[in-house]
């Protein structure tokens, strides 16, 4: 562990103290081994004025919802500094009394709440006060011999046995301050919690914290000095998909997988023991809210269903049964995090960023308990210790909070093909705004730097090349760990040839794409669908399909073909509840195929203005691509669970079609 701190840097924050405090906690959690996630909390005690210009005392202390990788002026909530102080002279005082009592110290009170230590922070004797969940110590302390070896290491320290986080803990470093010289140490070691260290310079507390780690590092070092196992293996598909499916259905919506399949993890998994070490407990309480106590451990090669998750569930419910109270509301009892044996870790969650917060604690959690099993032996808190912060009351009162209603397609993924623009390019944001983790693919290989920006995955991929596609939707199901909805939508359009001039080529090419193509997508991603959730095929096909027009007989014949192709589908994959359906565009203008040009010259040869042109139908109305996509959405979306084989017009009307 090194100091991050740099003068010239430092500079650029010396206006005033809470400026320096925003500049050091981003030192702390530039670190992933100090803080991790809106893990750790940092203070300053500075003055202000207030409304009638009156200097007050008051304590800057990291908000709720802030990453102190990230932090700003802002994310540090102004609080009364004396009666914030006070608070800890009070014999009790629930969490939910203490959260309410601190929002009325506020100076502001549209800042963020102010963090649980916000009582702890005030009542410690030093202007700078830090706060890290640093992995060294606290890996130290998850052994028998922990509270020893802390002990011999930090002498000079103030070491405090495990309590809640909250007032508890703030009454009992209120004690410690009266029982020993705390100004004098050079710090706090809360067992199977964290450090704290203090200063009333900002550079010296946090340099103290630094240099707390290093001594536990340094000690890690020489008494764990075996590299981790690693190992490699290949990973089948399939499994990974099922095991997805079995974590969704007992979460109740769509959960993505995200396999960590690094040597690394893979050495983890790999452990003879890895069933019992896993499963002891996480590095410290807070992170049960993110993983769960403990990961469900599965078998190389699951069974039918994965029984590893239903026992994962029963114990769970067992769990809950025995330590709860009369007030709880009992969690959702689906894994966070898996051990697939052989294979990695796995994290479970409604969007990628669940999935690498689980993803990264896990990592973390891997190498403390390999590290400490080298030592001494991996012990964490007790599950009644992690019971009670992951029911804390706190916690508790987040689920009675209203949420607006949830994304339709959250947790879900979703493949869309001629993904660079047009139709295929407003599904794929009109999927991503409702929740879903979209792949696009399309010919183009400007997909994959747009869609990157854009937060989704972009492959460039020609769908008439079939190792191509089956490489992308393996692709897709390796990284998100399955497949729920699949759009078939790349299409060309080639007009003007009449029946008699038709050549080989545009009719040869535009069967491939249009039709064969789509074939080739939905025989390599059935396996997939049909362990998916709500899983949904949708086709892009055309007017033309019930009411064709001259010049394009290759366009309408392949568009008939896949129309008729998606009936036989919705058929043949109804029993494993994919559902197929079908929508039938006309006249979407917004497209890359139609330029000004083309349009004004369509319009002449109809007699028609521009504007009279694009609204030839029966309602009127332009229709655009949005309108295809968000009928696309809708149909994936459990609004329309009871339909398949459907084909919907999305055509403003036209009488030839009714
Ligand atoms: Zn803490």
């Not at 095991?243 to 969704?248: D, E, F, N, T």
């Not at 769960?292 to 090669?301: F, G, L, M, T, Y």
């Not at 040009?597 to 030839?616: C, F, I, N, P």
Request: charged share 25%; hydrophobic share 45%; with cysteine.
């Amino acid at each position: 562990m090194q100091s991050r701190w740099n003068d010239a840097e430092a500079r650029a924050f010396a206006e005033d103290d809470l400026a320096m405090r925003v500049y050091t906690s981003r030192l702390l959690g530039a670190d992933e081994d100090l803080v991790m996630h809106g893990g750790g909390n940092t203070s300053v005690k500075s003055r202000v004025k207030d409304f009638f210009g009156d200097e007050i005392d008051v304590l800057f202390v990291k908000g709720s919802g802030w990453d102190l990788k990230t932090i700003e002026k802002p994310g540090f909530p102004a609080l009364r500094l004396a009666e914030t102080q006070r608070l800890a002279e009070l014999s009790e005082l629930s969490d939910l009394d203490m959260a309410r009592l601190l929002r009325t110290y506020m100076l502001n009170p549209s800042s963020p709440s102010p963090s649980v230590e916000a009582i702890l922070h005030a009542i410690m004797p030093a202007k700078f006060v830090d706060h890290t969940h640093t992995d060294a110590v606290v890996t130290l302390t998850n052994m028998p011999s922990g509270e020893a070896v802390i002990r011999e290491l930090y002498p000079d320290c103030v070491v405090l046995p495990y309590v809640m986080p909250g007032f508890i803990l703030a009454k009992q470093v209120y004690d410690a301050l009266r029982e020993h010289d705390v100004r004098a140490s050079a710090g706090i070691i809360l067992l199977h919690h964290g450090v704290f260290t203090f200063d009333d310079d900002a550079r010296a507390a946090y340099e103290r914290m630094i240099e707390l780690v290093e001594r536990a590092e340094r000690y890690i070092t020489q008494h764990a000095p075996k590299a981790m196992p690693e190992a490699k293996a290949d990973v089948n598909l399939l499994d990974l998909a099922r095991i997805r499916c079995a974590v969704s259905k007992v979460r109740g919506r769509a959960q993505l997988a995200v396999l960590d399949r690094t040597p690394d993890a893979q050495g983890y998994a790999s452990r003879e023991d890895v069933a019992a070490i896993a499963t002891r407990g996480p590095i410290t309480p807070d992170h049960v809210i993110r993983t769960k106590r403990v990961p469900a451990v599965i078998e190389q090669s699951p069974a039918d269903g994965v029984p590893e998750i239903a026992a994962y569930v029963e114990a769970y419910t067992a769990y809950y049964n025995e330590l709860r109270e009369e007030t709880h509301t009992m969690l959702d009892p689906a894994p966070r995090v898996g051990v697939w044996r052989g294979y990695g870790t796995i994290s479970f969650g409604s969007s990628l960023k669940e999935c690498r917060i689980a993803d990264d604690i896990t990592r973390h959690t891997r190498r403390a308990i390999q590290t400490a099993e080298q030592i001494d032996k991996w012990e964490a808190l007790t599950p009644r210790e992690i019971f009670e912060v992951e029911y804390w009351s706190l916690e508790q009162a987040k689920l009675n909070k209203p949420a607006g209603p949830p994304k339709p397609h959250m947790g879900k993924v979703a493949i869309v093909s001629g993904a660079h623009s047009g139709i295929g390019r407003a599904a794929c944001e009109v999927l991503r705004d409702h929740g879903a983790t979209v792949v696009g693919l399309d010919l183009n290989d400007a997909v994959v730097g747009e869609f990157e920006a854009a937060g989704m995955l972009g492959i460039a991929c020609d769908v008439t090349d079939d190792d191509a596609v089956r490489r992308a939707i393996e692709a897709t199901v390796e990284r998100f760990g399955g497949l729920d909805i699949l759009v078939c939508n790349a299409g060309i359009f080639r007009t003007g040839e009449r029946i008699e001039a038709h050549t080989a080529d545009t009719w040869d090419k535009t069967i491939r794409v249009n039709l064969t193509a789509a074939q080739r997508l939905i025989t390599a991603a059935a396996p997939y669908l049909k362990l998916g959730i709500e899983a949904s095929i949708l086709i892009v096909a055309s007017r033309n399909v019930a009411a064709p027009g001259p010049g394009a007989a290759a366009y309408s014949v392949s568009k008939a073909g896949l129309t008729q192709l998606a009936r036989v589908a919705a058929i043949e994959l109804a029993p494993d509840g994919v559902r197929v359906n079908v929508v039938h565009p006309d006249a979407v203008f917004d497209t890359a195929l139609w330029t000004d040009d083309v349009l004004k010259r369509s319009a002449e040869r109809y007699g028609m203005s521009v504007q009279e042109y694009k609204t030839k139908n029966l309602l009127k109305v332009e229709i655009a691509s949005r309108d295809v996509a968000a009928a696309l959405s809708a149909l994936a979306s459990p609004t329309f669970r009871a339909t398949t084989g459907a084909q919907i017009p999305i055509d403003g009307g036209n009488d030839r079609v009714i």
